[in-house]
């Protein structure tokens, strides 16, 4: 498979390229910064410099075309002011499917978050993000050309994966390693029957594959 993934350089991002070089996939990571290249190169991925804050739809399509499906896992970071929260995290997330579309890539999968909702209310940063990124899901949602699936993990670690988890509709908070988020967007990648779902994820103990092939059976 060629799989292109919007935040190349993003922890997440890192951790399933590295999985899918690993078994022989093309993974295509995005990034903005051409000194992040080398990163990728060394994870056994291709990196394509593009920035999806001023990109055209077109532009994002030409890296698309081709592939088999496309993960959106960019985001602003957590430095980054409200303004940002839109015009990356709900503006490039719109532009990219977008882009899946105009490249005709069905599959598309976002990593979003936990309480993502165009309606969170509030004025801290946090809010404007979850604001943001909810705003995001609900377009991708509305997308009959696409055979999406919305990840939402929980707080996210650093600590070893154990490829354990809890996955469904509704979960409730935890912590999630992002060893095993990334774990679990292989597992979804490989899964068509997952289309249209949105999914939380936190730790759990019910290994990833299995875990997946439950939500896609229900």
Request: proline content about 5%.
């Amino acid at each position: 498979m060629r799989i292109v993934i919007a935040g190349g350089h993003g922890q997440i991002a890192q951790r399933l390229e590295r999985l899918l070089a690993a078994r022989g996939d093309e993974a295509v990571g995005i990034i903005r910064d051409p000194g992040q290249s080398q990163t990728l190169t060394d994870l056994g991925a291709e990196p394509v410099v593009l920035d999806l804050e001023s990109a055209t739809v077109e532009e994002a399509a030409e890296v698309l075309r081709g592939a088999d499906a496309a993960v959106f896992a960019a985001g602003a970071g957590p430095n980054s002011g409200a303004a940002r929260k839109d015009t990356v995290d709900r503006g490039a997330a719109v532009l990219f499917a977008d882009a899946a579309q105009a490249a005709g890539v069905r599959r598309y999968i976002v990593i979003s978050s936990m309480g993502a909702d165009p309606e969170h209310p509030g004025d801290e940063v946090f809010d404007v993000y979850l604001r943001a990124k909810g705003a995001a899901d609900a377009d991708v949602r509305s997308r009959s050309a696409l055979d999406w699936t919305i990840l939402r993990p929980g707080m996210l670690t650093d600590d070893a994966g154990k490829g354990l988890v809890l996955l469904a509709a509704k979960t409730g908070r935890g912590p999630i390693p992002r060893d095993d988020v990334a774990a679990t967007l292989l597992e979804l990648l490989d899964t068509p029957a997952t289309a249209g779902l949105t999914l939380e994820l936190i730790s759990g103990n019910v290994p990833v594959t299995v875990a997946v092939k439950d939500v896609a059976g229900n």
